[in-house]
Each structure stands twice: as C-alpha cells, then as structure tokens.
C-alpha cells in the first residue's frame, strides 16, 4: 500500500472515532493534518529540503517531470514518499513512474480510465471546487485513496473555499487533500482541518524552516474527531396519517365483501 495513503488513513481512523475515545501515545504524537511539499520536480536538491522540513510526503507538480531526477529525487528522500501528477495515462509513462518508485500519482477526471488499473502505487484523483456535486458523490464508488482538491490557482484561501471543503467532507468518505496558493497563517490551517481536510499540498520552492514552522502548526490542532468524513443526509419516507387510515379503511371493506 502507499505509504501516503497509509498515513492519510490513519488519520480518517482518529478523526472519526466516537467521542471519549483517546489516541494512544504513537498516534498522539503523529499531526492531526499532513504536510505535502509541492515540488517543482526539475532540481533533485528540493528534495533534501523536503527531508530537512520534516514533510510528510513531497508532489512534483510539473506535469512535465523528468524521470531521471524524480529517481534522484527518491534516493535522497530515503522514506519520505514522493508522487507525481500525471500528464497522461499510458502504460509506459506509468510503469516508468513506478518502476522510478513513486509512492503515489495524482490525476484529473479526464485521465484514461487506465489510470486506475494496478495497486503498486497510491491513486489520488485531483477535483476542481467547482466539480458537480453529483460527480462528487460518486467518487466513493471509484477505487482511489483519497481527493486532492485544487485551488492552487487562487491567490487566497477564501469563505467559499472553506464551504467548499466541508462540501466535499459531506459527500466524500475518503481522504482529503487540498492545494494552497500560499503558506498561510496558522489559524486558516486550523479552519481548514475542522472542514475535513487531512493535508495540504504547498506550493513548490518552500524553504526547509517554513515547512518546519507548518509542521509545528499540524503537530498542535486538536486531536479530538473533527468534521465527520461522508456523513451525507437520510431521507426517511413520509406518511400521511390520514393516507393510512384510508388504506386500512378500503381494505376492510374488501374483506367484508369476500
């Protein structure tokens, strides 16, 4: 299993445990929300940084990468996870990320439905906040790790993104990443975990003392259950009392008959 998705499941077991319930001393120690370092991907020496910041996984977010640094790139990140977003989908262009030995991919709704197929690597599907909330829905039925929604086109995280992500935590039970156009303050991190976010991706050429000061800030939210996971709303039938009584009235008087 990818060890990306294994952490972000980790987290989904704490964030929805019932109430009362308290972590063990291994997992009291571990962030309540991962750092995912947004990487450039053209420099092997991000990397380095990467393992200097403390971050929990990096994403080359070049769609362009070249393969021969991203294998450079593994060698020194040691036991850091590293994935990339994918271009395209084709066999070769995927066997060639996994025999690399990238942990996880990343990839649009319009990716070939072959980027599905293989369990060497951890599959994360990226969403724009506008997607329709029907398509939204299904993804629970598709055999993916978890949601990376992007907003890493905006310049600020905003009251809709906000919304947006408790959205997607309503109608999503998988894990949930989302991409930030810049390293915010602290307390806009913490509105974001109580939305149901369980990592954020940082844009790419992060110095290791920022990504250190964001692990800091992951490593102090709460530990307590956050924004319920996939809690979507039951419709219970409704009946008319007097709708009832007509019916068993009617069939009373079918019987007298026979």
């Known amino acids: 299993m990818s060890k990306l998705a ?27 929300m991962l750092v995912i370092a947004g990487l450039s991907g053209t420099d092997s020496d991000e990397a380095r940084v990467l393992a200097e910041g403390h971050a929990d996984a990096g994403l080359i977010l070049n769609r362009s ?17 590293l994935g990339v977003l994918l271009e395209d989908a084709n066999k070769e262009k995927q066997a060639e990320v ?5 942990d996880f991919i990343v990839f649009d709704m319009a990716m070939p439905i072959a980027v599905l197929q293989g369990e060497k690597v951890g ?21 993916i790790d978890g949601v990376l929604i992007n907003a890493g086109g905006e310049s600020v995280i905003t009251v809709e993104h906000l ?10 039970n998988k894990a949930l ?21 369980d990592g954020i991706v940082t844009p790419p050429a992060q110095p290791a ?48 008959e026979i």
């Open 6 to 32: 294994d952490k972000l499941q980790s987290l989904l077991k704490v964030s929805t445990a019932p109430l009362g319930f308290h972590p063990s001393a291994s997992e009291a120690k571990e962030p309540a």
């Open 177 to 197: 990443m989302m991409s930030v156009p810049s390293l915010v303050m602290s307390t806009e991190f913490v509105s974001l975990w109580k939305a149901g976010i």
């Open 163 to 172: 919304l947006i992500c408790r959205r997607f935590s309503e109608l999503v």
């Open 123 to 143: 599959k994360f599907l990226m969403v724009e906040p506008s997607s329709n909330q029907n398509l939204v829905r299904a993804i629970n039925d598709v055999d």
């Open 98 to 102: 996994i025999d690399a030995g990238c």
């Open 65 to 81: 990468f070249d393969i021969k640094v991203v294998e450079r790139m593994i060698k020194t990140m040691d036991d850091i996870p």
């Open 209 to 256: 003392k920022a990504l250190i000061e964001l692990r800091g800030v992951m490593e102090a939210l709460p530990k307590e259950a956050k924004h319920r996971r996939g809690k979507l709303d039951v419709v219970l039938p409704h009946y008319r009392v007097d709708a009832v009584a007509e019916e068993e009235e009617e069939e009373e008087e079918e019987d007298e």
